[in-house]
């Protein structure tokens, strides 16, 4: 089973709400990543957390904020967005053992600001 | 800089012919090479993963790899129009403890004609 799941779907907010995205693995993976995805372009990293420790932060503003609570959660505060932060989320993980890089996708969060 | 470069397309093949997906890349720290299949408005799915030099078959799909010439490729034998989409090609490096950051091809857009 390779499944990443990701809650909600779909999530319209406005620039001055404040909402959270959750993501979810039980493949027993210890590391767990955040992209941002645009329209016709490639997956931009913005996460990684490591055994349950961030260790990547790609120079995203503040207004994203994520937390790992456990291996197997990872979810993205958001607050003040504005509306170029519409994109598609996507929540990955990867088994952190060091030999195997594999990254799995969860099925994403479209997320519109208005 | 890390970088991987990949032809955007559209590709177009007829069906049951083979299509041919190139990227080439600029790290030689990256050691594993990824190929992801990407519906449009759904997250990419990962297809093939390929770690040393020669060939590697799963099904109609082979990747190769040549980290001499720094060359990654995707065949994919008897097309099939459900093979349409967007394919991203990855390299992984090493990003902290057990976790692997990848760098993204642009993508190339494969239309499989009936």
């Known amino acids: 089973d390779t499944e990443v799941t990701q809650t909600p779907k779909h999530l319209v907010m406005g620039m001055t709400n404040k909402k959270s995205l959750k993501c979810e693995q039980h493949m027993g993976h210890r590391a767990m990543y955040w992209y941002k995805q645009k329209a016709k372009k490639p997956p931009e990293l913005m996460f990684v957390?490591?055994?349950?420790?961030?260790?990547i932060n790609e120079s995203v503003p503040s207004r994203f904020s994520p937390e790992c609570p456990n291996s197997s959660l990872l979810n993205l505060h958001l607050h003040a967005l504005q509306p170029e932060d519409s994109a598609l989320y996507l929540c990955?993980?990867?088994?952190?053992?060091?030999?195997?890089?594999?990254?799995?996708f969860g099925p994403g969060t479209r997320l519109t600001v208005t | 800089q890390k970088e991987v470069e990949q032809n955007s397309g559209p590709l177009s093949v007829p069906e049951g012919a083979i299509a041919s997906l190139n990227c080439t890349y600029s790290d030689r720290g990256s050691q594993s090479f990824f190929w992801y299949r990407q519906y449009s408005g759904k997250s990419p799915e990962l297809i093939m993963s390929?770690?040393?030099?020669g060939d590697k078959e799963d099904g109609r799909f082979t990747a190769q790899l040549n980290k001499a010439s720094q060359y990654v490729s995707l065949l994919i034998r008897d097309s099939q129009p459900s093979d349409s989409a967007t394919y991203l090609c990855a390299g992984a490096h090493r990003s902290g403890a057990g976790s692997y950051q990848l760098t993204f091809g642009k993508g190339t857009k494969l239309s499989v004609i009936p």
């Open positions: 957390y490591s055994y349950e420790k961030l260790s």
């Open positions: 390929i770690y040393s030099n």
């Open positions: 990955a993980s990867s088994p952190g053992t060091g030999r195997d890089e594999r990254q799995y």
